[in-house]
């Protein structure tokens, strides 16, 4: 029973590379999330999608990309990193129903030096 | 636009003791109301919900009470436990939205 799974789970960049955060459900949910918990701060929503090829801003998505090709997968793009871009990443998951939580993966620890 | 706060980044309980959160939120809109705890290097997991047309929604320790004319939430826990310590979020949102906002989190420690 997988839920949400993240991949990696730790990286280290340095300015300007560009890597991808993998983010896969196996709940068969149509609405996926991606959130950014900078240190001692809330959860800011960076990309959310309700559907396969759909796919909407959030608070925070300067810098990042993603796409949804299928259900269970939902990867984020960061093209040129920055330091700004250091911050814990949380992918989650509903159903999509009224009064559905969210599952989150285990999330992926970035720094860009 | 910050539509949730949560106003105490931190308090510190005695353990067995009561331990209260508090939320409040602008968006009359909202319609459920999600609880999340978060232990360090994990993902926040769901914790207890409320719907608005509840005043309160009781499971085992943890009470969620909601004043919608005051648009404030709060989670009380009884008796408070070290296995408490964490951070919670609270979650509203409306039932056809989309987007889930969160708030900016209480670390809550429980003291022996």
């Known amino acids: 029973n997988a839920g949400v799974t993240q991949t990696p789970k730790f990286r280290i960049l340095k300015i300007g590379q560009s890597m991808t955060l993998q983010c896969t459900q196996d709940?068969?949910?149509?609405?996926m999330y991606w959130y950014r918990q900078d240190p001692g701060m809330g959860l800011k929503l960076i990309y959310y999608?309700?559907?396969?090829?759909?796919?909407d801003k959030g608070e925070v998505p300067n810098g990042y990309n993603v796409s949804r090709s299928t259900t269970e997968d939902f990867p984020l793009r960061l093209e040129l990193a920055a330091p700004s871009q250091t911050s814990v990443y949380f992918c989650?998951?509903?159903?999509?129903?009224?009064?559905?939580?969210?599952?989150f993966g285990s999330g992926t620890q970035l720094s860009v030096l | 636009d910050q539509q949730v706060k949560q106003n105490s980044p931190s308090l510190s309980v005695q353990e067995g003791r009561i331990s209260i959160l508090n939320c409040d939120y602008t968006?009359?809109?909202?319609?459920?109301f999600l609880w999340y705890k978060k232990y360090p290097a994990e993902g926040p997991t769901f914790l207890i919900s409320?719907?608005?047309?509840?005043d309160k929604n009781e499971d085992g320790r943890f009470t969620v009470f909601l004043n919608k004319s005051a648009k404030h939430l709060s989670l009380h826990i009884v008796p408070s436990q070290p296995g408490d310590s964490a951070v919670y979020f609270c979650?509203?949102?409306?039932?056809?939205?989309?987007?889930?906002?969160f708030g900016t989190g209480t670390r809550l420690q429980v003291t022996l």
């Open positions: 989650a998951s509903r159903a999509g129903g009224a009064n559905e939580k969210l599952f």
């Open positions: 709940m068969n949910h149509n609405y």
């Open positions: 999608s309700v559907g396969a090829g759909i796919t």
């Open positions: 968006n009359s809109m909202f319609d459920y």
């Open positions: 409320i719907s608005s047309i509840k």
């Open positions: 979650a509203p949102y409306t039932g056809t939205a989309s987007k889930l906002t």
